[in-house]
């Protein structure tokens, strides 16, 4: 699955909503998401195209974002999260210093 596949359809399935009412939150996360990824990698959504790992990426951290509106670095399970995303995301890094 390519970044370009990620939409609101595809996203709504991920996080098992059926309702419109979060669809415009839903978006600003999507488009937070990729932004975020470029951001911390270096490198456009066109660069991570291809990069099937980095896709997933973004659905975790939608999830994140959508199911906790922030992420919390003092809770086990949003550490692993963030370790897990760290790992997937900095085999893409292109902005190491």
């Known amino acids: 699955m390519k970044l370009s596949e990620i939409d ?5 399935e991920y996080l098992r909503q059926d309702g419109d009412e979060d669809d ?13 990824i470029c951001n911390y ?4 959504i066109d660069q991570l195209e291809g ?3 980095v896709t997933i990426a ?8 959508y199911d906790n509106r922030t992420i ?10 963030n370790t897990m995303l760290e790992g997937l995301l900095g085999r893409h890094s292109v902005n190491l210093l």
Do not use: C, H
Not at 8 to 12: I, N
Not at 24 to 36: F, G, H, M, P, T
Not at 58 to 65: D, K, P, R, T
């Open 72 to 81: 919390n670095v003092n809770d086990r399970l949003n550490l692993r999260m």
């Open 8 to 12: 609101l359809s595809l996203v709504k």
């Open 41 to 44: 990698t270096g490198q456009s």
């Open 24 to 36: 415009r939150l839903i978006i600003a996360i999507i488009e937070a998401s990729k932004s975020y």
């Open 58 to 65: 973004v659905l975790v951290l939608i999830a994140e974002f």
């Open 51 to 53: 990069y099937e790992d």
